[in-house]
């Protein structure tokens, strides 16, 4: 299993990236999927999940309202929309794949993420 993460980059404070992750390997349908970040210095957290069937959605305090994670199944593709960067948004971002099939809720722990990408580099300058 792959996952690639792509569409990072440099923005200004305010300004917005689109980051994509593509799945080879695994059909990710039926597996939720998540975005985390690594700032320099400071360990790994949860950004934004979505449930299998991209029917609920699950995001970390410091990114709802300004991040959108959604999926598209047929292509295999999972995207995480940031807006109103802030330069505490700078890390490398990671998408992530559950380790369970069909897991309802959503959950934000990085111990149940077994494949993940090799990460996208944001920087958001002020």
């Known amino acids: 299993v792959q996952l690639q993460a792509f569409g990072g980059g440099l923005a200004q404070a305010g300004g917005s990236l689109r980051l994509s992750c593509a799945a080879s390997g695994r059909t990710i349908g039926s597996y939720n999927m998540g975005w985390f970040r690594q700032a320099p210095g400071k360990e790994r957290e949860f950004v934004a999940a979505i449930r299998w069937g991209g029917g609920s959605t699950s995001y970390a305090d410091s990114v709802k309202g300004r991040f959108a994670i959604s999926r598209d199944n047929d292509k295999n593709m999972v995207y995480l929309q940031m807006n109103s960067l802030k330069p505490e948004d700078t890390a490398v971002y990671y998408c992530?794949?559950?380790?369970?099939?069909?897991?309802?809720?959503?959950?934000?722990?990085?111990?149940?993420?077994?494949?993940w990408g090799q990460g996208t580099e944001v920087t958001v300058s002020s």
């Open positions: 992530a794949s559950d380790r369970m099939r069909w897991r309802s809720p959503v959950v934000g722990r990085l111990s149940e993420y077994d494949y």
